[in-house]
């Protein structure tokens, strides 16, 4: 079993920052990648950001060059720097684990609105 606890959320302005974190416990070595996806009121979960445990990082089109995703070097911390947040950006973001099965945290709450 994995455990996955997302901080960071909160209300912000557009163009403003926010830096989300997530810290894995318990049988991480299961895990080969994570991952912050994002789910809007009415909209299906989507994928904001992968990254590998080898640090190789992947990202949504509509977050490139405003997202940056990278991972402690013990593997247990994913975080998601995002810059330049927009309302469209407004949604519960949730900290996924990826390996022989899918974990997932209970997400965060991240509101741009001014």
């Known amino acids: 079993q994995v455990q996955l606890v997302e901080s960071g959320g909160g209300l912000v302005q557009p163009g403003g920052s926010l830096r989300l974190s997530c810290a894995a416990s318990g049988n991480i070595f299961s895990i080969g990648s994570m991952a912050w996806y994002r789910q809007a009121p009415g909209n299906q979960r989507e994928l904001v950001a992968r990254?590998?445990?080898?640090?190789?990082?992947n990202y949504a089109d509509s977050v490139k060059g405003r997202f940056t995703i990278s991972i402690d070097n013990t593997g247990t911390v994913v975080s998601l720097q995002m810059n330049s947040l927009k309302p469209e950006d407004t949604a519960v973001y949730y900290c996924g684990g990826f390996g022989n099965r899918v974990y997932w945290g209970r997400g965060t709450q991240v509101t741009v609105s001014s």
């Open positions: 990254i590998t445990r080898g640090g190789a990082p």
